[in-house]
């Protein structure tokens, strides 16, 4: 079986700081790991993606990730935030093989302070 | 390309009626999902299809919830009747057969349901 948690609800920051969105996942075999954004009244858009290869991978945005399979994290960064950037965050873990079946986390909401 | 396209955007209904709502993929994805995603939480898949076939449907609520996707296409998802439980945001996504890990989804725009 494979699960996504996602550590905090809402994580506030103010215009210009890091942002740190936190994902942890578990899975019997290599999973492919994305960060989806969702604006209000929204569906959700593609912000990176991890499959094979490099572990850091960029995304849109400015936003990127790191996978990190001693630790089973892919947390979401991005240097300095923007008003825009408020939105809310899932984390999803794709089991590879035959079926992919996707499982999403929770979501944490972003706010961004001016 | 077009994304993902769906109606009603929203829809207020009263317990025990029924509902119906409506995707269009885009064009040339074979897999097609139905998501619901209640406040607060994230999206739970309720139905997979593969072209006109079901892939998985584990997950969807049989007693009330059907789906059809005739031609392979386009999508139905109706509840009936609705309970307030259903009050949720309701999202169509589709893939290229196979290349959902690679590509990951395009979703729509979703139906926000409220049930009262």
């Known amino acids: 079986a494979q699960s996504v948690t996602q550590l905090g609800s809402h994580v506030s920051v103010s215009e210009g700081a890091l942002v740190l969105l936190r994902c942890n996942y578990s899975?019997?075999?290599?999973?492919?790991l994305f960060w989806y954004v969702q604006y209000p009244n929204q569906g959700l858009q593609l912000l990176l993606k991890?499959?094979?290869?490099?572990?850091l991978v960029k995304g849109i945005n400015g936003f990127e990730a790191e996978f990190k399979k001693s630790e089973t994290s892919f947390h979401l960064t991005k240097p300095s935030a923007h008003m825009s950037d408020a939105a809310e965050y899932f984390c999803?873990?794709?089991?590879?093989?035959?079926?992919?079946?996707?499982?999403f986390g929770t979501g944490t909401k972003l706010q961004v302070i001016p | 390309e077009a994304g993902v396209a769906q109606s009603p955007r929203y829809k207020i209904i009263e317990k025990r009626q029924s509902v119906a709502f409506w995707c269009n993929p885009i064009?040339?994805?074979?897999?097609l999902y139905w998501y619901q995603q209640i406040l607060g939480q994230g999206p739970k898949l309720l139905i997979q299809?593969?072209?006109?076939?079901?892939?998985?449907d584990s997950q969807l609520p049989k007693d009330r919830f059907s789906a059809e996707r005739l031609k392979g296409v386009d999508s139905t998802l109706k509840i009936q009747p609705a309970k307030l439980e259903d009050s949720a945001v309701y999202l169509c996504?589709?893939?290229?057969?196979?290349?959902?890990?690679?590509?990951?989804?395009?979703f729509g725009s979703g139906t926000r349901l409220t049930v009262v």
């Open positions: 996504a589709s893939s290229p057969a196979g290349q959902a890990p690679f590509y990951g989804y395009t």
């Open positions: 899975s019997s075999v290599p999973p492919y």
């Open positions: 991890y499959t094979t290869g490099a572990t």
């Open positions: 999803a873990v794709i089991r590879g093989g035959g079926y992919q079946k996707v499982t």
């Open positions: 064009s040339g994805h074979a897999t």
């Open positions: 299809f593969q072209n006109n076939g079901v892939v998985d």
